[in-house]
């Protein structure tokens, strides 16, 4: 699996946009890009992935870049309930055997009123 | 649904002495994994199941087994627990979807374990 590398920490003022930024520079073609987040030692919370195009869901957005090399995840209007660590991974999409995770130790998101 | 469940929610162990940690699912999912996670670090792979009756080693199995009875639940077993395998464990599931590919993770709670 491509390493990933994210900033430690991170501030975004409440309402506005947090972007994000994951590199990953040694993925491969067939490695998909996820992003999860984890609030106050709860469980992780799944959020988005995706393999080439930029995607949208109901919580964020994810832009890769063309040379896939990186990406960003953007909350586009932050509240505070968006505090947590974020978790940028990159994994193969396994055909046979479990789709395991490798969790880096992540960006700590904090939403300032 | 409930989700993942995991039982129980926190512990506390003496060195040497023995518990199983509980993790059930009631999506129908194939596939379920133990995370361990200690302070300020990500989580870690300890075992995980691809199906009902087979099991298999992650990043840090050592000290740990596991079984897999039945497809909804995921079973963590410490033998002899030592302090360094205080920690929070998380359990997660995941589906196959059509082509064979699997889903996303799903995490429970988690259950906080101390070893003194």
């Known amino acids: 699996d491509a390493k990933t590398t994210q900033p430690t920490s991170m501030d975004c003022a409440e309402g506005r946009a947090a972007n994000l930024p994951c590199n990953h520079s040694?993925?491969?073609?067939?490695?998909?890009v996820y992003w999860y987040r984890q609030i106050h030692s709860q469980g992780p919370q799944y959020i988005i992935h995706?393999?080439?195009n930029n995607e949208t869901n109901e919580m964020a957005s994810l832009i890769i870049t063309e040379d896939r090399k990186s990406s960003t995840l953007i909350l586009p209007h932050a509240t505070l309930r968006d505090t947590a660590v974020y978790y940028c991974?990159?994994?193969?999409?396994?055909?046979?055997?479990?789709?395991?995770?490798?969790f880096g130790t992540g960006t700590r998101l904090t939403v300032i009123p | 649904n409930a989700g993942v469940t995991q039982t129980p929610k926190f512990r506390v162990l003496k060195t040497g002495q023995s518990m199983t940690l509980l993790c059930a699912q009631d999506m129908n999912h194939e596939y379920m994994y133990w995370y361990r996670q200690d302070p300020g670090m990500g989580l870690r792979l300890i075992h995980y199941s691809v199906g009902e009756g087979t099991t298999a080693k992650g990043e840090v199995p050592d000290g740990y087994n596991v079984s897999r009875l039945k497809k909804q639940n995921f079973l963590l077993g410490l033998e002899s627990a030592a302090p360094s395998q205080t920690s929070v464990y998380f359990c997660?599931?995941?589906?196959?979807?059509?082509?064979?590919?699997?889903?996303?993770?799903?995490f429970g709670p988690g259950t906080r374990l101390t070893v003194l």
């Open positions: 040694t993925i491969s073609g067939n490695e998909y």
């Open positions: 997660a599931s995941s589906a196959v979807l059509a082509g064979g590919k699997t889903d996303t993770q799903y």
């Open positions: 995706g393999l080439k």
């Open positions: 991974i990159v994994r193969v999409g396994s055909k046979s055997g479990a789709n395991n995770l490798f």
